[in-house]
């Protein structure tokens, strides 16, 4: 059976200070993000055990724990490379086009990913994504790791908002941390993510008109 992996960071723990400190890098890939990718395989398995012995009691049970420890393993391996040292400063090419076209302005777009992160009931992530019915740019905010997400949208740049994303370095002032992902961000990462996604035909024509589109 196929089994999902826990990535190797392509930095190390604390290469991303002084902006997330390297305690909480190594707690938040080795111990939280390790867990989602454990669980996410034993759920499959206990799946398999399910279809073996014909019962299927448990199964609403088991799809809720794939959905979330699966879309947690997805989510914080795109937020692992989307980081990088010494990142920031603002995207270019046909990412940025895009973000000025969808938002406005990338000043527009930072206000904008910045408060779907502070506005976040609870635990979630901030997310960009594409939308490929309408071909354009999303913000949403995903509630845990699974809920609250367009079914279309494929994930580009997320900002975890879980409190084990920031609590020991930045306490309850979760604002701060929002705004020190700034400094990171590995924008050819995100515009490599965006044009692979902008190649993908969900085949549902008839079903929006993007920006630009004739009919
Ligand atoms: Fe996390």
Same mark, same amino acid.
């Given at each position: 059976m196929p089994q999902y992996v826990l990535p190797d960071l392509e930095y190390d723990f604390g290469a991303l200070e002084p902006h997330i400190s390297g305690q909480i890098m190594e707690l938040?890939?080795?111990?939280?993000?390790?867990a989602?990718?454990?669980?996410?395989?034993e759920t499959l398995q206990k799946l398999e055990e399910a279809r073996a012995q014909k019962d299927f009691s448990r199964l609403a049970g088991l799809e809720r724990?794939?959905?979330? #420890? $699966? %879309?947690?393993?997805?989510?914080?391996?795109?937020?692992?490379?989307?980081?990088?040292?010494?990142?920031?400063?603002?995207?270019s090419g046909e990412l940025a086009r895009a973000i000025s076209r969808d938002y406005g302005s990338f000043e527009a777009f930072k206000a904008q990913m910045s408060e779907v992160a502070a506005t976040i009931m609870g635990s979630g992530w901030?997310?960009?994504?594409?939308?490929?019915?309408?071909?354009?740019?999303?913000?949403?905010?995903?509630?845990?790791?699974?809920? #609250? $997400? %367009?079914?279309?949208?494929?994930?580009?740049?997320?900002?975890?908002?879980?409190?084990?994303?920031?609590y020991l370095q930045y306490k309850n002032v979760k604002t701060e941390f929002f705004k020190a992902v700034?400094?990171?961000?590995?924008?050819?990462?995100?515009?490599a993510?965006?044009?692979?996604?902008?190649?993908?035909?969900?085949?549902?024509?008839?079903?929006a008109q993007p920006a630009g589109a004739t009919r």
């Open positions: 938040h890939h080795g111990k939280h993000h390790k989602y990718v454990e669980k996410a395989n724990s794939l959905a979330f #420890n $699966l %879309s947690g393993h997805v989510l914080h391996s795109v937020f692992w490379k989307n980081l990088m040292p010494k990142g920031g400063d603002a995207p901030a997310a960009l994504v594409w939308e490929p019915l309408a071909q354009r740019l999303l913000t949403c905010q995903i509630y845990d790791h699974q809920s #609250n $997400l %367009s079914q279309s949208g494929i994930p580009l740049m997320v900002i975890d908002a879980w409190e084990h994303a920031y700034w400094n990171l961000w590995n924008w050819n990462d995100v515009s993510r965006f044009e692979s996604a902008r190649k993908l035909d969900v085949l549902l024509p008839e079903t």
